[in-house]
């Protein structure tokens, strides 16, 4: 009995592994910036080169970074959300546009709405590598004192924004 | 008129040219020392390929940011701890020994003895079976004459 019953056990132990790998998402690495600070950076403004950003003027504010282009498929779906998030005034959101052209960018914005407290410009994705971004979009919840809480791979989706994020973000803007 | 086109029609591959080589440094010696480093290491986007190998954009922009590492004289390993501080481990291809990879490293090994356990349970327990059917002298000679008698037929 006991020689059937092993391979058996064995087998499902497998199968189970393999059936829980098969709903991972490879592209959900963990980000070694949770709880880190945000890396600093200097960047010029996408509608305004003559200003510039830094992450420390958000200090003392709950934000979200969102990183994304104007040739980015996915970055579409999210935008809706990012603008209700903007009209609702629930937590201001700095984009970095991520290896776009100035034009482009801007008649994107135009055309689909600015959710967008400001926008920097990264031609050359820069900063993208610096938050260890491996494509657009993805989002930061940055706290008050400038330290990354969470990032988000990939498009924002109504689900994990009432799952996580604005839950995180109402408990970081209490503190 | 007709010959004349034809000519000039087999004059035009010679407009055509190839692209040159993007990537490729003035360097040859740092070029090699940074498709030696980046082969260890992961594309994060196209996830089998090294970023050595991958032509995903995001490798190129890595490629380019670990050939000016290295133009301003960072040892590899500060370029492996650059990388592991924006990506994590995942870019490294050998995981480094940690807490949480104690089982990665040594559950193979754990895999075997037990496979050797099992083994050496196994055979003793057949040595026991064997050990115990030994035959009683009549059982032995019965055989004989059983065996006997099938060798005369």
């Known amino acids: ?175 | 008129m007709k010959k004349l086109l034809i000519l000039l029609l087999c004059l035009l591959p010679t407009f055509a040219f190839a692209g040159e080589a993007k990537e490729l440094t003035s360097d040859p010696v740092l070029e090699k020392r940074m498709v030696g480093l980046a082969e260890n290491l992961r594309c994060l986007v196209c996830q089998n390929e090294s970023l050595a190998s991958s032509h995903a954009e995001l490798a190129e922009d890595l490629r380019r940011e670990v050939r000016e590492l290295m133009k301003q004289g960072k040892s590899d390993q500060e370029i492996i701890d650059y990388l592991v501080a924006r990506y994590g481990d995942f870019v490294l291809y050998k995981p480094p020994m940690k807490s949480y990879t104690v089982l990665l490293w040594f559950g193979p090994f754990a895999l075997l003895l037990m496979g050797l356990g099992v083994l050496v349970f196994q055979l003793h327990k057949r040595r026991q079976i064997v050990q115990e059917s030994v035959l009683t002298p009549e059982a032995q000679k019965r055989a004989a004459t059983l065996l006997n008698e099938e060798e005369n037929k």
């Open chain 1, 1 to 175: 009995m006991m020689r059937f019953i092993l391979p058996l056990v064995i087998f499902l132990v497998l199968a189970g592994f393999l059936y829980k790998g098969l709903g991972l998402n490879p592209r959900e690495v963990p980000s070694p910036f949770i709880d880190k600070p945000a890396p600093i950076f200097n960047l010029v403004e996408l509608q305004d080169p003559s200003k510039s950003f830094t992450p420390a003027d958000m200090k003392g504010k709950v934000w979200l970074f969102n990183l994304w282009a104007s040739w980015c498929v996915s970055c579409r779906e999210e935008h809706p959300l990012l603008l209700d998030l903007m009209q609702q005034n629930i937590v201001p959101i700095v984009g970095l546009d991520y290896k776009d052209k100035r034009e482009a960018a801007e008649a994107w914005l135009n055309k689909a709405g600015n959710p967008y407290l400001l926008n920097v410009f990264d031609v050359e994705g820069r900063i993208g590598i610096d938050y260890g971004v491996t494509g657009v979009p993805e989002t930061f919840v940055i706290d008050k004192q400038g330290i990354i809480r969470y990032k988000q791979i990939g498009p924002v989706t109504s689900e994990n924004l009432r799952e996580k994020i604005l839950p995180l973000v109402a408990e970081l803007q209490r503190k």
